[in-house]
T-cell receptor, first 116, second 117 residues
């Protein structure tokens, strides 16, 4: 158990709909990252938040948005869903960079999204 | 931008044998971390081993060890005494380091390892 919690674990929805994926980072971790893993793609970085503020943005579509709340949990909002959005969405977290703890990013179990 | 390349889409090994997975990366940074993550059929991402670029000594975790060649920008993973439970997709990943700042992981496309009984 990595300590990163994602909900829901599985979600099936129709095209055009909107869903929200939720992530609770490990206790004390300030950074949250979202990754998308499709069947034919590797792990694509979407977005990163650090202590409530957007830190880096990757290949995130305009139909997608995210935020990190004061309690450090994060949500990824996916709207106007298309079939191609079907994927495994990972949330990951890390503490403030510190060589003593190895600067590691820990992943949740992912949220499986199926768009039909 | 940093890139990570895994040139072996698939590898296979006999149980109890040794296998080496290759990874190369490209960066202009001098300080960074490298990781190997394992993704079994459950699709969970599990950290296997970590290497700090400033350390010359290769990291070892039980049956897993790395060969880190900084000048060549190479970071291979060796699995000794392979077990059936080692069968998984293995991802090599790079993370820049800069004075405590938090940077994302950049992943290779993965190597699917099959372990034959």
């Amino acid at each position: 158990d990595s300590g990163v919690t994602q909900t829901p674990k599985h979600l099936i929805t129709a095209t055009g709909q909107r869903v929200t994926l939720r992530c609770s980072p490990r206790s004390g971790d300030l950074s949250v990252y979202w990754y998308q893993q499709s069947l034919d793609q590797g792990l694509q970085f979407l977005i990163q938040y650090y202590n409530g503020e957007e830190r880096a943005k990757g290949n995130i579509l305009e139909r997608f948005s995210a935020q990190q709340f004061p309690d450090l949990h994060s949500e990824l909002n996916l709207s106007s869903l298309e079939l191609g959005d079907s994927a495994l969405y990972f949330c990951a977290s890390s503490p403030r960079g510190d060589r003593r703890i190895g600067n590691t990013i820990y992943f949740g179990e992912g949220s499986w999204l199926t768009v039909v | 931008a940093q890139t990570v390349t895994q040139s072996q889409p698939e590898m296979s090994v006999q149980e109890a044998e040794t296998v080496t997975l290759s990874c190369t990366y490209d960066t202009s940074e001098s300080d960074y971390y490298l990781f190997w993550y394992k993704q079994p059929p459950s699709r969970q991402m599990i950290l296997v081993i970590r290497q700090e670029a400033y350390k010359q000594q290769n990291a070892t975790e039980n049956r897993f060890s790395v060969n880190f060649q900084k000048a060549a920008k190479s970071f291979s993973l060796k699995i000794s005494d392979s077990q059936l439970g080692d069968a998984a997709m293995y991802f090599c990943a790079y993370r820049r380091w800069s004075g405590g700042s938090n940077y994302k992981l950049t992943f290779g496309k993965g190597t699917l390892l099959t372990v034959n009984p």
